[in-house]
Structures are given as C-alpha cells and as structure tokens.
C-alpha cells in the first residue's frame, strides 16, 4: 500500500526556522516525484515545487522560489519542506504529494497534510 | 502561468441530482493535463479524473469528466451523500501545476 505520512502540526514564531518532513511508504520512492502544495483559506491550493529524489532535481513553483527550500532523503525515504524565517503568512496546510512522470501525470497519493502556524 | 478559474463557487443540490461543475482555463490547456479532485474537511485531496475524461483507480463511473481548449467540466450525474465536499481541477505537465479555486457542493 503506498502511503505518503507527514510530520505533525508546528507552532513557531515568525522568524524561525522549520523543516516538515514526508515519508513514503509501499513504492520505489527513489523514482517518484514528490511535490509540496500549500492550502490557506484565502488562496486555495498552491503549488509550491516538486523534488526527484534520485537525482534530487527540484523545480519550484514561481510563487516559492527563494522562499523555502525542497529536499530528500534516500536513506530514509523522507522528503522536506523547509524555511529559514518563518511568517505568518507561512500558516497554512502544507500537503506532499508523489507521481510517477510530473510532466505526464497528476498526483496520485497525498500525505495528511502538516498544519503550520505562525504567530507571535 | 495558466489560471484556472471555476465556476460556481458553490452549488446547492439534493441527493440524487446531477452536478455539473466548470473549470476555464487563461489560456488553452492541453487535455492530456487536466485533472479533477475531492476534497473533504480534514482530509487531502483525492484524484477523480485525468487526462480531462479518465478515472483514477476505484472512482465511481458516476464521476465523470470532459472538455478541451480552454473549458473543462466534471459532472456527478447523481450525488451520494458522501459526495457532499470541494471539487478543484487541477492542470499539470509544463513543469508545474497549477489549481482552481474550488467548487463547494453543498446540501440544499
């Protein structure tokens, strides 16, 4: 069975730092993209970049490059989501989700999403 | 960047009824590369459809989905109770993905 399990929910100051993490489970996950998409209220869902773990390739979306940063772990099959100061605009949902051929298929497996919440 | 615009915000419908959602895109999307999903309170998204008309793995043929250019459409010809959530289309390839704002079904 293919699961993608996320890190719990964060709370931290604006300013900080933040790494979340997503675990793959049941599938080569070397071979699978893993892309990160932030939910809020206000703006939906939002692509934020996606990673290929065997070779490490990221792509990021033109809305997040800079901001944060995308990585794996073979060793361990995690992929992460990190920040080096946090905002409160970062609050948010922040889904992983994998696929096959990111230039050919959707996402087919999503974690259970990690809510971050930033406030002073 | 391809915006992904949907229409209506929310639809008020009973069990049993046909839901018709629309999704049109800034500029023509290629049919290969459109997807639909569902979303409950508290859970992920969950794909429906892709490639604009196929059925992910174990979706009901309730669903279902079509289109081409710039206008696409996902049609629940009739709602379960359990169809009740958000619906968002989604286009992918080029290199990133980008989602609509969703639709809303919601109990009349």
């Known amino acids: 069975e293919v699961r993608l399990v996320q890190s719990g929910a964060e709370l931290k100051k604006p300013g900080e730092s933040l790494k979340i993490s997503c675990k793959g489970f049941?599938?080569?996950?070397?071979?699978?993209?893993i892309g990160w998409v932030r939910q809020t209220p206000g703006k939906g869902l939002e692509w934020m970049g996606v990673?290929?773990?065997?070779?490490?390739?990221?792509i990021y979306g033109p809305s997040f490059q800079g901001l944060v940063t995308i990585s794996a772990d073979n060793s361990v099959r995690t992929a992460y989501l990190q920040w080096s100061s946090l905002k409160a605009s970062d609050t948010a949902i922040y889904y992983c989700?994998?696929?096959?051929?990111?230039?050919?298929?959707?996402?087919?497996?999503w974690g259970q999403g990690s809510l971050v919440t930033v406030s002073s | 960047e391809i915006v992904l615009t949907q229409s209506p915000g929310t639809l008020s419908l009973s069990p049993g009824e046909r839901a018709t959602l629309s999704c049109r895109g800034s500029?023509?999307?290629?049919?290969?590369?459109v997807a639909w999903y569902q979303q409950k309170p508290g859970q992920a998204p969950r794909l429906l459809i892709y490639g604009a008309s196929s059925r992910a793995t174990g979706i009901p043929d309730r669903f279902s989905g079509s289109g081409s250019g710039t206008d696409f459409t996902l049609t629940i010809s009739r709602l379960e109770p359990e169809d009740f959530a958000v619906y968002y289309c989604q286009q992918y390839g080029n290199s990133s993905w980008t989602f609509g704002q969703g639709t809303k079904v919601e109990f009349k």
């Open positions: 500029q023509s999307v290629n049919i290969t590369y």
């Open positions: 989700a994998s696929v096959r051929y990111f230039d050919w298929l959707p996402p087919d497996y």
């Open positions: 049941g599938y080569s996950f070397r071979h699978y993209w």
């Open positions: 990673i290929y773990p065997d070779d490490s390739k990221t």
